[in-house]
Nanobody
Framework: QVQLGESGGGLVQAGGSLKLSCAAS????????MGWFRQAPGKEREFVAG????????SYADSVKGRFTISRDNARNTVYLQMNSLKPEDTGVYYC???????????????????WGQGTQVTVSS
């Protein structure tokens, strides 16, 4: 079965950096798009970044463009999220998610991703 496991979260000061990882297993990783989402307390889960199955296409939320970078290593079945210039409003639980790559489109709607990890907490202090 599909399994996703996030790691790399933690507490960081504003302006700092963190790199999240998501290890995948149980399916053919290179045939699936990957996405990172986050959820702050009292808010809905929101799209952060996505990457196509082959790693050629990426998409970012406007709030993180220029600060976050998504990448993947299909040989290691792992997707990454490099987060720089972190802000307190980046605080939340970060989830990785995956969906089959039926098309090149990187979906931003969470309901279009059938498989999710358990999440990792990121806290940015001011």
């Amino acid at each position: 079965q599909v399994q996703l496991g996030e790691s790399g979260g933690g507490l960081v000061q504003a302006g700092g950096s963190l790199k999240l990882s998501c290890a995948a297993s149980g399916y053919t990783f290179s045939n699936y798009h990957m996405g990172w989402f986050r959820q702050a307390p009292g808010k809905e889960r929101e799209f952060v970044a996505g990457i196509s199955s082959g790693g050629v296409y990426t998409s970012y939320a406007d709030s993180v463009k220029g600060r976050f970078t998504i990448s993947r290593d299909n040989a290691r079945n792992t997707v990454y999220l490099q987060m720089n210039s972190l802000k307190p409003e980046d605080t939340g639980v970060y989830y990785c998610a995956t969906r089959p790559s039926y098309s090149r489109q990187i979906e931003k709607a969470s309901y279009k991703y059938p498989y999710w990890g358990q999440g990792t907490q990121v806290t940015v202090s001011s």
